[in-house]
């Protein structure tokens, strides 16, 4: 069958496995001479792809849950929407969650993601406490921080590569309503932005908007969003309905011209310096899980979302210099998220450092890859990285300039005999068969 990202670039024909149950999960793996664990294929790019997946949709199952103590142990393929549903009407929520979720536990452990509050809690990683995880020889093995350490780190972040993720055990965070207090503020520009975030930095959640395609004074002016859970309101929420996009996009609607018209309207939708208001956790947390596959929008040939980190020490000059490239490539994004993250942590392949990060929507077309070249050099120049779990195209020489853990990883995959089992297209494109 044919299989993409969530960016529908590129796509490969794949032989797709869903077993129903761990002892055929474990038989599979195996009878395979190679595969890889894939969710609900919501990386972008490539590192859900190989000639042959296994699904983990049916192993979904929550397994044990601690009231008192906030503790949850499940299946890999469950996901967070399943977790939340169950968690949020009895007063828990994840302590670290990303900007969909409809994304499987497993995969959130696999790409080791990150939410709006890394600069004061980290990774996902961060409340995990134990994993079961599928070996290349069909044996399961539980690792930790204190057991089999170096298997734990290296499957944090290590996008499949170490095994198949069977069970998670994790820490949850407690809550009192399904509510956050969120503030937005209208700032001018990249440096007014920036300041934003150091001025709000012990506020739980924060992210910005940008708008990707300003020039000159206005470069980089923002929505800057913080928020804190409500301490008070209902656990339950209504029955969300979800609109959905019905069929792929004309790419010619996707224009210089109507980018720019969207993003003005956006930043002058907000008319005072300081807005508050209270709102659900959905539109908090995930405001485009509200659109059912707004991939479409770009249209049959997709999109390529580009995601990198810069150091602190680069930000502002470094962050205006990539953001006057791209406005100058009069490329821009309709959606352009800026966050700060806090310090790194100990996983070979995890993403964040201490600093500042953006993401951005391309549409594809012939001439995208050359520009998103120019992008890597310039990042790599400042420092910085491109996230493993939207990235379609990055070259293996700049994987590992920028990844130095990456050797870490290799020696762990032949340690537990990973190498060659366990494989992406990702993978393979970055030197990590």
């Known amino acids: 069958m044919r299989l993409h990202g969530w960016g529908r670039y590129p796509q490969v024909e794949a032989q797709q496995l869903a077993p129903l149950t761990v002892s055929a999960s474990r038989a599979l793996i195996g009878a395979h001479r190679s595969l890889l664990g894939r969710g609900m294929g919501r990386s972008y790019g ?17 397994l044990a849950f601690d009231a008192s103590h906030g503790s949850l142990r499940c299946q890999a393929g469950a996901t967070l929407d399943q977790l939340l549903d169950f968690l949020v009407p009895r007063g828990w929520f994840l302590p670290v969650t990303p900007g969909t979720r409809f994304v499987t536990v497993g995969g959130a452990v696999a790409s080791d993601v990150h939410g ?20 290349g020889d069909g044996s399961l093995l539980t690792c930790s921080r204190s057991e089999h350490a170096e298997l734990f780190h290296a499957t944090c972040g290590g996008m499949g590569l170490t095994g198949l993720i069977v069970e998670v055990a994790l820490r949850l965070t407690p809550i009192r309503s399904a509510y956050v207090n969120q503030t937005t503020f209208k700032l001018a520009n990249l440096e007014d932005a920036l300041q934003g975030f150091e001025s709000q ?10 708008d990707c395609l300003a020039r000159g004074a206005e470069l980089g002016r923002s929505l800057l969003m913080v928020g804190e859970h409500a301490l008070d309101g209902p656990l339950q929420l209504p029955r969300q309905r979800r609109l959905a996009v019905p069929l792929d996009m004309p790419a010619a609607l996707l224009t210089h011209a109507s980018m720019q018209a969207f993003n003005s309207l956006y930043y002058r939708r907000v008319h005072q310096a300081e807005v508050g208001r209270r709102v659900d ?13 707004w991939n479409r929008l770009y249209g ?15 930000g502002l000059q470094g962050m205006q210099a ?10 821009g994004s309709f959606l352009a998220v800026l966050k ?13 450092l201490e600093g500042y990060s953006l993401a951005l929507d391309f549409k594809y077309d012939s001439g995208l890859l050359a520009l998103l070249d120019e992008l890597d050099a310039r990042v790599l120049e400042h420092g910085g990285r491109i996230y493993l779990s939207k990235d379609a195209r990055m070259s293996e020489q700049t994987f590992k300039r920028s990844y130095p853990g990456w050797e870490q990883l290799q020696a762990v995959r032949a340690r537990y005999g990973a190498q060659g089992k366990f494989i992406s297209r990702q993978a393979q494109r970055l030197g990590l068969e």
């Not at 990539?322 to 490329?331: G, K, P, T």
């Open 46 to 62: 490539d590192s859900a792809l190989h000639d042959c997946v296994l699904n983990t949709r049916y192993l979904q199952h929550l």
């Open 116 to 135: 709006k509050n890394h600069h004061l809690h980290g990774c996902f990683s961060e409340y995990v406490d134990e994993l079961l995880l599928g070996l």
């Open 201 to 210: 930095r012990q506020r739980t959640y924060s992210v910005a908007w940008i």
């Open 281 to 293: 956790y959905r539109r908090f947390f995930y405001p485009l899980d509200g659109i059912g596959q």
């Open 300 to 314: 049959k040939r997709g999109f390529l979302q580009y995601q990198f980190v810069i150091p602190k020490a680069a």
């Open 322 to 331: 990539i953001l006057r490239r791209i406005a100058d490539s009069r490329r």
């Open 340 to 352: 700060v993250f806090g310090e790194q942590n100990r996983n070979p392949l995890s993403f964040p």
